[in-house]
């Protein structure tokens, strides 16, 4: 069974910095890429970056490039977000997934192509 489970999250102040971490178990991740994702009250699901399991460039929105880093310790099988220079409006709880629909220079942004879901974790950032 895929499990992934986020962690990190927490209250800051604009400016500040978070690292937000996946942990998967349960199945073969080299197939998949990791996408983060965020949901703010009262809005959609949004996506914000992605990354291959093994090589591959992440990608990030143009909203989070430049302060938002993704990496990942396959050794470890987690996946982390970093996040610098934070803004209010990055409030939301941060979702990780996996999806397979990725290629060269692509990930998904769907929510619907994503198949396995974390339960979240909130960031909330002060002004």
Known sequence: ???LVESGGGLVRAGDSLRLSCAASGCAF???AMGWFRQAPGK???FVAAIKWI???PYYVDSVKGRFTLSSDNAKNTVYLQMNSL???DSAVYFCAL???YGRGYYSESVDE???WGQGT???VSS
């Open 1 to 3: 069974q895929v499990q």
């Open 30 to 32: 080299s197939a998949y």
């Open 44 to 46: 959609e699901r949004e």
């Open 55 to 57: 090589g591959g460039s």
């Open 87 to 89: 803004k209010p409006e």
């Open 99 to 101: 999806t397979h629909y």
């Open 114 to 116: 994503y198949d396995y």
């Open 122 to 124: 909130q960031v909330t």
